[in-house]
């Protein structure tokens, strides 16, 4: 992480955080309750969704997908979707950009929906996911 994000990070305080949307579907047969790695194919994809307010402040929303298959013959274990809201206060006034805002409210949302996914899928997926941290530079307003 770059000095600049971690300033920035520093700088920004979060007002309020919560779900806002949340789905899970397990929909594995009985007999496929206790999978392996091998046996599933997982996708997953991370979107932060910025939205500026003021000067002030700005919300990231954080969107984690996973879609998790059987390799064999690609039916569908399970589907987890999760949206989780951060609203955000700048305390220092430093122009950064949209890009930069949304990076430091996703360094700062990350922790809180990591366990949160993982929880999820440790009680009710047959199979553990552990959600890991994409290329910030992916990362876009």
């Not at 809180?112 to 993982?118: F, S």
């Amino acid at each position: 992480m770059s000095i600049k994000l971690q300033k920035l990070s520093s700088d920004t305080t979060i007002v309020k955080h919560y779900i806002k949307d949340l789905s899970f579907e397990n929909l594995c047969d009985i007999d496929n309750q206790d999978l392996n790695k091998d046996e599933v194919k997982i996708s997953d994809n991370i979107r932060v969704v910025f939205q500026a307010y003021n000067d002030d402040n700005f919300s990231v929303l954080f969107k984690y997908s996973c879609d998790c298959l059987l390799v064999e013959n690609e039916k569908r274990v399970f589907i987890l979707e999760i949206d989780y809201f951060g609203l955000f206060k700048k305390n220092n006034m430093s122009n950064y950009s949209n890009d930069d805002l949304a990076k430091a409210g996703y360094i700062i949302l990350y922790p809180i929906l990591k366990p949160i996914v993982e929880y999820i899928a440790q009680n009710g997926a047959p199979i553990n996911i552990t959600l890991t941290e994409p290329d910030l530079n992916l990362i876009k307003a």
